[in-house]
């Protein structure tokens, strides 16, 4: 890959690691989104069992756990999020209910219909999304809950600038009706789909990197590297601010049969 074909997930373990680390959510999104989605789910109860994949530093998951019953487990391949994580629930007094755990998403550490609920926000595309939808399925109980954000199209066209950047970044990416699509086939029920509001990029995303962007550098002078991946996150940034009205996010949330 050339450095002019490259995202900012191509970077270094650790440099991205050293960045994300600082935001309270490594992705879109918000509370009040977290808690829109929460309530699509039903029969919860304190002895659910509720994981929450690429989970980052928590920002979701104490959400989650402020706003439905349960014990959650919270994986991401981070270990610096997962300290955040497991730091910040206890700060929360949420730690009898939060455990944090390092992991990969593509080797969960769950039985089979072991869990009442599977959570992802901004980070199902790791694995991608039919592929996360079909092998995290054996996990949930009949009538388990998923419900995931995916980076989907909102017209069927946009200006090639946007779609070369997708095709790179997530060839994945589609339009709305066959996200669904793919959830029915996977084996769910749709339950519920929204889009993320724009505010869950900009305020609660874009706008807290910002602030932080000239610091990372300096913190990094003279590394090509931090230049580059820095360089990629302005794209990303601007291309947001250019192209949002033929993108975003979208909460899918669906039942399992």
């Known amino acids: 890959m050339t450095e002019e074909n490259k995202n900012i997930h191509d970077f270094d373990f650790d440099l991205i690691s050293d960045y994300f680390s600082q935001f309270e959510r490594q992705g879109p999104g918000s509370p009040e989104v977290t808690i829109k989605a929460i309530s699509f789910v039903d029969n919860l109860s304190p002895t659910s069992k509720i994981a929450d994949i690429g989970s980052g530093t928590g920002g979701q998951t104490m959400v989650l756990a402020q706003h439905a019953p349960g014990q959650i487990t919270a994986i991401d391949l981070f270990p610096k999020f997962i300290d955040k994580l497991n730091a910040l629930a206890t700060q929360l007094n949420l730690q009898d209910r939060i455990k944090g755990i390092q992991g990969s998403m593509e080797n969960l550490p769950f039985q089979e219909e072991e869990l009442d609920l599977i959570w992802s926000e901004g980070a199902i595309y790791n694995i991608g999304f039919e592929k996360g939808l079909k092998e995290w399925k054996k996990f949930l109980k009949i009538g388990g809950y998923i419900a995931v954000t995916e980076a989907s199209w909102f017209t069927d066209r946009r200006p090639k600038e946007i779609q070369d950047f997708w095709d790179m970044a997530y060839p994945e990416i589609d339009m709305i009706p066959k996200k669904v699509a793919q959830l029915q086939n996977a084996g769910y029920i749709p339950v519920a789909v929204f889009i993320l509001p724009e505010n869950c990029w900009t305020d609660n995303y874009y706008v807290p990197q910002a602030k932080i962007i000239e610091d990372f550098l300096n913190k990094h002078k003279g590394n090509p590297t ?32």
């Open 226 to 257: 931090a230049e580059g991946f820095i360089a990629e996150i302005k794209k990303e940034i601007r291309f947001y601010s250019q192209y949002k009205e033929y993108y975003g996010y979208v909460f899918y949330i669906g039942r399992k049969i």
